[in-house]
T-cell receptor, first 114, second 113 residues
Framework: AQSVTQPDIHITVSEGASLELRCNYS??????LFWYVQSPGQGLQLLLK??????LVQGIKGFEAEFKRSQSSFNLRKPSVHWSDAAEYFC????????????FGTGTRLTVIP | SQTIHQWPATLVQPVGSPLSLECTVE??????LYWYRQAAGRGLQLLFY??????ISSEVPQNLSASRPQDRQFILSSKKLLLSDSGFYLC????????????FGSGTRLTVV
């Protein structure tokens, strides 16, 4: 079945530590890939996206993500986490076939400890 | 500028009561419009999408319905709410393809009691 998987429900990191959030997808053709962030009680903000080309994508707020076709993954990274990064992070895809709708993973909640 | 408005921000409704959530978009024309729901402990589920006035597609069967009476207005409704309808409802739009990603409203927190 087609799906987007975020295997980590909750991650806790110390401020200043590095961060990696995992995302795997299962689609016949590589979908278009996105990462969104949701602060408590807020809507979603786009961090970055990948359509094609360079597999390392830079986004806002110091985030980056790397597309690895062989692993069907699109992991989000940040070298040094700030307390304001505490939020829920969603990986999402638009399949290359179909109605161009956006489908989300279940999300990873990030807690940052001082 | 392009903005999306969603209201109300918070809503508490009794079981069996009707529901109407409204979403409007400004600064764009002929957008694709979407309703998502985020239930506690779950990800975002696509409920409905619309590619034009009066055109509604449903992704999942449920107690809810959607309508698009105007180009930039998208309404989510229910005749009789269930407890399971509780959640965070988000409206989103995209226009001219999704190269810039989808833009989301600030959401409505619905609690059915």
């Amino acid at each position: 079945a087609q799906s987007v998987t975020q295997p980590d429900i909750h991650i806790t990191v110390s401020e200043g530590a590095s961060l990696e959030l995992r995302c795997n997808y299962s689609y016949g053709a590589t979908p278009y890939l996105f990462w969104y962030v949701q602060s408590p009680g807020q809507g979603l903000q786009l961090l970055l996206k990948y359509f094609s080309g360079d597999t390392l994508v830079q986004g806002i707020k110091g985030f980056e993500a790397e597309f690895k076709r062989s692993q069907s993954s699109f992991n989000l990274r940040k070298p040094s986490v700030h307390w304001s990064d505490a939020a829920e992070y969603f990986c999402a895809v638009v399949p290359q076939t179909g109605a161009n709708n956006l489908f989300f993973g279940t999300g990873t909640r990030l807690t940052v400890i001082p | 500028s392009q903005t999306i408005h969603q209201w109300p921000a918070t809503l508490v409704q009794p079981v069996g009561s009707p529901l109407s959530l409204e979403c409007t978009v400004e600064g764009t024309s002929n957008p694709n419009l979407y309703w998502y729901r985020q239930a506690a402990g779950r990800g975002l589920q696509l409920l409905f999408y619309s590619v034009g006035i009066g055109q509604i597609s449903s992704e999942v069967p449920q107690n809810l319905s959607a309508s698009r009476p105007q180009d930039r207005q998208f309404i989510l409704s229910s005749k009789k709410l269930l407890l399971s309808d509780s959640g965070f409802y988000l409206c989103a739009w995209v226009t001219g393809g999704f190269a810039y990603g989808y833009t989301f409203g600030s959401g409505t927190r619905l609690t059915v009691v």
